[in-house]
């Protein structure tokens, strides 16, 4: 059964990685329910009532109102790095088991328990704040090479969520656009663009930068 495993929520860091000081990037597993809402802006809230985002330019907002990595990717980052990775420490708020996150097509839907629905946005691409929160100066190229990135939801259907509550997918839209395929097509893979635009549910920022990189214009 898919499930989400536990539901994270940020415990403030120092980030000397960008100039706002802080990062949110540390969330921790919490014990009980937690409430879902739609943020009502392009970037800055976190979906998740208790969260916190403080690089508010680049992260939060509808498009990125709750970010689900997989348990199963974790596990096998784990056994690459040596060490154990706990559920949150990729700052994701869902940490899942049971779903294909790298698999999810763009636009696709899950409900969580028993009213929550959230929908499948876009992937993240990794940054500076990843890369010093790993202590590894070449995490950028190795998160990138590896190509599991986890997904960025919004919200379609408010609640509230909690460890062990089921994930069931409801909808699946008719392309074949996934998580996996966008972040090549952003990143490694540029000759992959021009399927992106079959995937409407996109944040309106990447189909605006897949228009112009299609259409040969500078990114």
Not at 9 to 24: Q, S, W, Y
Not at 133 to 154: C, E, H, N, S
Request: hydrophobic residues 40%.
């Amino acid at each position: 059964m898919a499930e989400v495993l536990s539901v994270n929520l940020a415990v403030p860091r120092p980030n000397p990685a960008k100039g706002v000081g802080v990062t949110g990037i540390d969330k921790h597993p919490v014990v009980g329910k937690v409430r879902v809402s739609v943020p009502g802006v392009r970037k800055g809230p976190s979906g998740l009532a208790g969260d916190a985002i403080y690089d508010t330019v680049h992260h939060g907002g509808d498009d990125q109102a709750v970010y689900a990595y997989a348990r199963e990717d974790l596990d096998r980052w784990a056994a690459e790095l040596g060490r154990e990775l706990r559920g949150g420490v990729f700052g994701e708020n869902l940490t899942t088991r049971g779903v294909d996150v790298t698999g999810a097509l763009i636009g696709e839907r899950w409900r969580i328990g028993e009213e929550v629905v959230l929908e499948v946005a876009d992937p993240r691409i990794p940054c500076g704040t990843f890369a010093r929160w790993m202590a590894d100066q070449g995490w950028i190229k190795r998160f990138t090479a590896r190509a599991v990135p986890g997904a960025y939801l919004r919200v379609i259907t408010p609640g509230e969520i909690q460890a062990g509550d089921p994930i069931t997918v409801v909808s699946r839209p008719d392309h074949d656009v996934t998580i996996g395929i966008t972040f090549r097509a952003l990143t490694t893979e540029p000759g992959l663009l021009p399927r992106l635009v079959a995937a409407d549910a996109l944040p309106d920022s990447v189909k605006a930068k897949v228009r112009r990189r299609v259409e040969g214009q500078p990114a």
